[in-house]
């Protein structure tokens, strides 16, 4: 039987390394961040809609999504993030229903969703990893690696679910605060985890 996992972490915590580590190993990665760009790129219905809902302002003038644009506008308008999903949120599990209805039988499906907490749909997996590291740890790595200022990276940080709410709908929990090695340990025994209950479903 395939067992459908949900994997979610905070901005800068590594989920990006663990989903890659996971496919790596043979899971079936269904990214959602992925798909969002796919179902807005130019000539998609999907950019149509938001075109329609939000004008061609939006339009880079080669005529794909002015992403930094989008970015801006809904960041700042927690309303106008709301009409986005409301367009975007069903053409990507379309999407991804898709993707995973082509796995294998018993595979692991791993569906990589930045924002599970925020919207509610940890209840329709079978198991949810959750990749944490401390704020102070996320902050460091967006200003060092990223470039950002602390105000901004802070900013970010509030704009998604605690830290609490996200490790309350864990049923793993992969700590990312040492080595690439470490990490790729511990996330090699959640997957050896997965594998034996879809091998003993």
């Known amino acids: 039987m395939t067992v459908r996992v949900g994997l979610t972490g ?9 989903s890659a580590i996971l496919a790596g ?23 149509a809609a938001v075109v329609e809902e939000f004008g061609p302002d939006l339009l880079t003038p080669d005529g794909e999504l002015d992403r930094p644009a989008m970015g801006a506008l809904v960041f700042a308008d927690p309303a106008a993030r709301r009409r986005l999903e409301a367009i975007v949120h069903p053409l990507v599990q379309r999407r991804s229903a898709e993707l995973e209805a082509a ?10 969703i930045p924002l599970l907490a ?8 079978d198991a949810v990893v959750v990749v944490d590291a401390p704020t102070e740890v996320q902050v460091s790595r967006m200003v060092e690696d990223r470039g950002w200022t602390r105000e901004e ?18 049923t793993h929990v992969v700590v990312n605060t040492g080595t690439l090695d470490d990490l790729r340990r511990r996330v090699e025994e ?7 209950r879809a091998g003993a479903a």
């Open 103 to 112: 796995a294998d039988p018993g595979a692991v499906v791993v569906h990589d």
């Open 25 to 47: 190993l043979g899971a079936v990665v269904v990214d959602a961040d992925v798909i969002a760009r796919e179902v807005v790129a130019r000539g998609t219905p999907g950019l």
């Open 153 to 170: 990276a802070e900013a970010r940080i509030a704009a998604q679910a605690s830290r609490e709410d996200r490790l309350s709908i864990a």
């Open 190 to 196: 959640v997957y050896a985890e997965l594998s034996a």
């Open 10 to 18: 905070g901005i800068a915590s590594g989920k990006s390394t663990v």
């Open 118 to 125: 925020e919207v509610g749909r940890a209840g329709q997996f």
